[in-house]
């Protein structure tokens, strides 16, 4: 895979519309034999597009975000970005961010309490639309990621977003979900990247094989996608293009936590496509920066210069 660090920093815009609060419950890291009930307590700034900021930003991209930022937990939620390397567009959100306590103590993460945010108001997705589409315009990509829950933004503000920034001119990757992904597709995204389970939803294929999901790449195609990466969890992710289908597989590693893996494929592709690599490259980076981070404690974390090694042990299949 080609390396390309001289040169100006890639620019990368991602539209976060639900930054969230990470409140994780660990086993102490030192037992000091205090008290049976001592445990750890970690904090982060969390949500997919932040976890792909992350990613994205520790692949050497110049980062901004642009989201809305309001309450309790959008103060602290702020604050904790100031201490990571990007540029953060805050749009003021009246009610305010939401977030999550996980306890992590057990053999499987446990969600001890979810405060899902509001929708957003009219004035606040103008806001974000605007805010969203001019730092796109100074970016070599857009990264768009999705709500959480999804009723905070309407489908249509993804397609409308994505539609005027391919217009003006700037490359869009898209990491989306349900009647999100198919505004995206009828924007005619660049890249839609998508997890099998998400294709599934779609309703498009009844079945998960190779072959059903290549099938439904191909409806995408048609309704207007520019390409189609989709993942498969432990499985070779596909790269669906109008004129090919190519399969895109790691070596076998041990996971950690299986989360976040899709978000940091999305930050290689989009910044490999803002390094000039070819899509079949940029996505070849991706499934390195994916398949690591599910070996790292911290979703969208990585150490750039083993993402740019392991890349080079990517196996990229052409199937048609």
Known sequence: MTETRPGPKPRISILVPTPLLITEITEPA??????????DVHMHPGGQGLWVARMAGSLGADVSVSGPFGGELGSLIRTMLDGLVMQVNAVRYGYGNGGYVYDLRG???????????????????????????????????????????????????????????????????????????????????????ISHEEVLDLELVAEDTADALVSAGHMLLERGAGAVVISRAKDPAL????DSVREVSAPSITPLDHRGAGDSMTAGISVGLARGLDLVE????????????????????????????FAREITVRTLS
């Open 30 to 39: 030192a037992h000091r034999n205090r008290s049976s009930h001592e445990s």
């Open 239 to 242: 790269l669906v293009e109008k």
């Open 282 to 309: 940029a996505v070849a980076l991706g499934a390195s920066a994916g398949a690591l981070n599910v070996a790292r404690r911290g979703l969208g974390t990585g150490n750039r210069t083993t993402i740019e090694k």
């Open 107 to 193: 053999e499987d993460r446990e969600t001890v309490a979810h405060m899902p945010p509001p929708e957003l108001s009219r004035h606040e997705l103008d806001d974000l639309y605007g805010t969203a589409f001019v730092d796109a315009l100074a970016s070599d990509v857009l990264t768009v990621t999705g709500a959480e829950p999804g009723d905070v933004v309407p489908a249509s503000f993804f397609g409308r977003l994505i539609r005027d920034t391919r217009d003006a001119g700037t490359t869009v990757v898209a990491d989306l979900s349900g009647k999100p992904a198919l505004a995206a597709v009828a924007a005619n995204v660049d890249v839609l990247k």
